[in-house]
């Protein structure tokens, strides 16, 4: 029996994987339109003079040929940064673009999760999946690996975050310049979603030029940069105010929170927020969304205590903490982000062998304490100790015939 392939289902984990090139276009075709616009009014201000000079008749037939020639000029200039601009970046992106969306082409000509291309389509895309969970985690020289391994580099965000690690390393030196250019690149995104960094960014800016008791300084600073958000910001602006009249060795709790180092940390945070918004990118782990699927599906109280837990459960995997509980690690750590999964019919795993209990292997409970075990670990346990059995987690023993039979319904 196959299983159609769900296309829909696998796209909803595409979303970024499609929207990062695009935006990265953007940037490509706005940084054109600018060159455009700039050049072409320049040409439109020349055409303006000669049509004007030769109106009023004093045009001189060298002065327009120098104005042609100036105008020409332009135009080739401008036609020279349109092809560096599109070989540069507008053509590497536009590839980069052909060949994702191809990759996503490839599953809707599938019928069947037998296929084989789809094996080596999920094989690729766990792949991906790996590369984004090392970059994400700082393992860049990791995953650049894996995608020159895999033959995946047009596939996998190696540049986006780059760009994120380049942003909050410098974050992290207390400087704000390479995240306030990220911001100027993308302003008109970041307004159309009213973002808030640019102000935060400002904001701590001027911090630093109080902290370093820069008074004149983050006054002119104040009048450029700040007092422009008054509109949104009228509350946050008058409290910073303030910060001229305190040091940053205050006791002031209000002025104590704006001098707080602290702060950067947030604006890392605020940072990573921010550029994921804009490509779409979800702020966990593409593997780990595509795991919590299906540790909700296993998911069950008894995976965190330590007398019901199972080796073979993913939800289980844990080490053992104090008291009786369970300290999740690995896929069990991930597994507390998802709720328990509902299942209508139960399914009864014995303790001892770790196999399901049904009708050809049904339970068998302990007379005294009601203990299940399997048949087959009680009949196994039996031939080894003349008929008696034990149980294992209370040393109860009795003979293997006393056992009572637990129909499963």
């Given amino acids: 029996m196959t299983s159609k392939v769900d296309v829909e289902g696998a796209f909803l984990f595409e979303q970024s994987f499609a929207r990062v090139p695009y935006e990265n276009y953007r940037k490509v075709f706005r940084s054109s339109q600018k060159n455009i616009e700039r050049e072409f009014g320049a040409i439109q201000s020349a055409v303006d003079d000669v049509s004007s000079t030769l109106k009023t008749g004093t045009a001189k037939k060298e002065d327009i040929a120098s104005a042609i020639d100036g105008m020409i000029g332009r135009a080739e200039t401008l036609k020279r940064k349109l092809s560096d601009l599109h070989e540069s970046a507008g053509k590497p992106t536009q590839d980069v673009i052909r060949e994702r969306l191809q990759h996503m082409a490839t599953i809707e000509n ?40 895999k033959d995946i580099e047009v596939l996998v965000d190696l540049d986006l975050f780059s760009d994120i690690r380049r942003i909050e390393s410098a974050l992290s030196e207390h ?29 701590q800016e001027y911090i630093e030029l109080c902290r370093s008791n820069k008074q004149h300084e983050a006054i002119l600073y104040q009048r450029k940069h700040l007092i422009s958000w008054q509109e949104t910001h009228l509350v946050q602006i008058q409290q910073a105010c303030g910060l001229l009249a305190f040091s940053a060795g205050t006791t002031c709790r209000p002025y104590m929170r704006l001098y707080d180092p602290s702060r950067w940390t947030s604006l890392i945070k605020l940072f990573r927020r921010s550029i994921y918004m804009l490509n779409t990118l979800p702020s ?16 069950l109280p008894a995976c965190y205590d330590h007398s019901t837990k199972n080796v073979d459960c993913p939800v289980c995997d844990g080490e053992t903490g104090s008291g009786s509980g369970i300290q999740g690690m690995g896929l069990g750590k991930l597994a507390e982000e998802v709720p328990s999964s509902y299942h209508a019919n139960s399914t009864i795993v014995c303790y001892i062998t770790k196999k ?12 005294s304490n009601g203990y299940v075990y399997s048949r087959e670990a009680m009949e196994e346990m039996a031939t080894r100790n003349n008929g008696v059995v034990t149980c294992p987690r209370t040393g109860i023993s009795c003979p293997f015939t006393e056992l009572r039979k637990v129909f499963i319904s």
Avoid at 141 to 146: E, G, H, L, S, V
Avoid at 176 to 185: H, K, N, Q, Y
Wanted: charged share 30%; with cysteine.
């Fill in 110 to 149: 599938l019928d069947s999760t037998a296929d084989s291309e789809y094996s080596k389509w999920a094989d690729k895309r766990l792949d991906r999946w790996l590369v984004d969970w090392c970059l994400r985690h700082g393992k860049e020289k990791t995953a650049k690996q894996i995608a020159r391994e």
């Fill in 356 to 367: 399901i209990m049904d009708a050809d292997n049904m339970p068998m409970a302990f007379p």
């Fill in 175 to 203: 400087s704000c310049t390479e995240a306030l250019a990220w911001c100027s690149e993308n302003k008109a995104s970041l307004r159309k979603v009213k973002n808030t960094l640019e102000f935060d960014l400002r904001l």
């Fill in 284 to 299: 966990e782990p593409l593997l780990n969304l595509a795991l919590y699927a299906g540790l909700a599906s296993l998911k």
